[in-house]
């Protein structure tokens, strides 16, 4: 089973749903980088199950950090991350241990691992597991974070119900719009069509999906590398592995298909303003070209499909058998995971991000120190952070990120 990712940084994950934790560990983190517990709790809320639209199964996800953070920095051994498993009830699943859940990895998984499996609410198969993945994303989100990297999603469409797309002309207001949304969606008309279409599939014992639209600026130009290792190679990677996730683009995405290359292309033009002086005014290509960052804001579309687990009576196997069997879901299952999803996927994006930044700054710096002489198209992403104890600099670079060319830019795609 693969269970750890990464190049220089590197994220294991491990547990089951109905087990006794779950959690994660971060190793390759450099020592000194500040922690803050009272963010990473917030990020651990966005995920928590709320009212009638999310399960019923209330974990409360109190992260205990067993090592690698000392006096609220990282330490520069391993962050071990766990979260007790507290309101199981695995008895739900009894029925179900012979019987083939449709949509869920049960067939698959008694394949691979020879019915050795923990079968119990998907086992490590379930999206519980992606709670460990928050909080170590929320560690490599805080140093992004310090950097000027900001990254938000909204849901852009739930069923058939679409959410205005972010304004590019007016990009930091909708990120930190976005950011302050418990549902995530800009318009608040569409939020509570969307509030209302989860509780009627919810009452008739269904469920929705959607597309999330995430969107990441700050990056300086020049973070990836070309085919394997690509920036859209390294992320859809990490969000194919977020459970439920059936569909990822980056920027138009399958929309580019349908254009003359004239209109796909992304004209380049000036703009003194800004760190390299260079932008595009438009952003089709999703601020990626050659698998590497332009310096444009990256934007993602990740497909999040319906939750399996419906309550409505579906066809099935019994495997002792090999006969037909009328099956139907009992226990508590989300109608809808998309806006506890948002978190998560911006979770493994900055995970995904931290590394390419960090393999890039290792990279720079094999280079600097053979006397290779360096173009500063950005400025350089240093990860020696333990030299860092203040973020205002880094702030203040995001702030005048935005040149009057680049909002011109923005208006007109938009």
Not at 384 to 389: G, I, P, S, T, V
Not at 401 to 411: C, L
């Amino acid at each position: 089973m693969s269970d750890t990712f990464g190049t220089l940084l590197k994220l294991t994950i491990f547990g089951e749903s109905h087990g006794r934790a779950i959690g994660a560990v971060l190793t390759g983190l450099p020592a000194g980088l500040p922690v803050d517990m009272d963010r990473l709790e917030q990020d651990m809320d966005r995920r928590r199950a709320k009212g009638r639209i999310s399960t019923q199964r209330h974990e409360p996800d109190q992260v205990q950090v067993l090592s690698g953070v000392f006096e609220g920095r990282t330490a520069g051994t391993a962050v071990t991350l766990m979260i007790e498993n507290k309101v199981q009830r695995p008895a739900d699943y009894d029925q179900l241990k012979y019987r083939l859940r449709p949509g869920h990895a049960d067939l698959a998984a008694f394949a691979r691992y020879n019915g050795c499996q923990d079968y119990r609410g998907g086992g490590h198969f379930s999206g519980r597991i992606t709670a460990g993945l928050v909080a170590a994303g929320s560690i490599c989100r805080q140093v992004l974070a310090n950097h000027g990297i900001q990254i938000a999603s909204h849901i852009e469409q739930l069923h058939k119900i679409r959410d205005r797309d972010f304004d590019f002309a007016h990009l930091d207001e909708d990120i930190a719009l976005a950011q302050s949304l418990e549902f995530g969606v800009l318009d608040p008309q569409k939020s509570a069509d969307m509030h209302s279409l989860i509780e009627e599939a919810a009452s008739q014992g269904d469920s929705v999906g959607g597309v999330l639209e995430t969107v990441v600026t700050g990056l300086p130009a020049g973070i990836g590398d070309p085919f394997f290792d690509s920036v859209e190679s390294e992320l859809a990677h990490l969000l194919f592995s977020v459970p439920a996730v059936k569909g990822v683009s980056f920027g138009a995405g399958f929309a580019l298909a349908g254009l003359y290359g004239s209109q796909a292309n992304d004209p380049i033009i000036p703009d003194p303003a800004l760190p390299g002086g260079i932008i595009t005014a438009t952003n089709r290509n999703g601020g990626l070209n050659g698998g590497l960052t332009n310096g444009m804001p990256v934007i993602i579309h990740t497909a999040v499909k319906p939750t399996p687990s419906i309550y409505k009576v579906q066809d099935s196997v019994d495997f002792r058998t090999g006969k037909a069997v009328k099956l139907q879901i009992t226990g508590r299952h989300d109608p809808c995971i998309i806006h506890r999803a948002r978190i998560v996927i911006e979770s493994a994006v900055a995970f995904g991000l931290l590394d390419l930044l960090m393999v890039r700054d290792a990279q720079l710096k094999l280079g600097q120190d053979a006397g290779v002489p360096m173009m500063d198209t950005r400025d350089r992403f240093d990860t020696n952070l333990a030299r860092e104890h203040e973020s205002g600099d880094a702030a203040a670079r995001s702030e005048t990120a935005i040149s009057p060319t680049a909002d011109q830019a923005r208006k007109e795609q938009a």
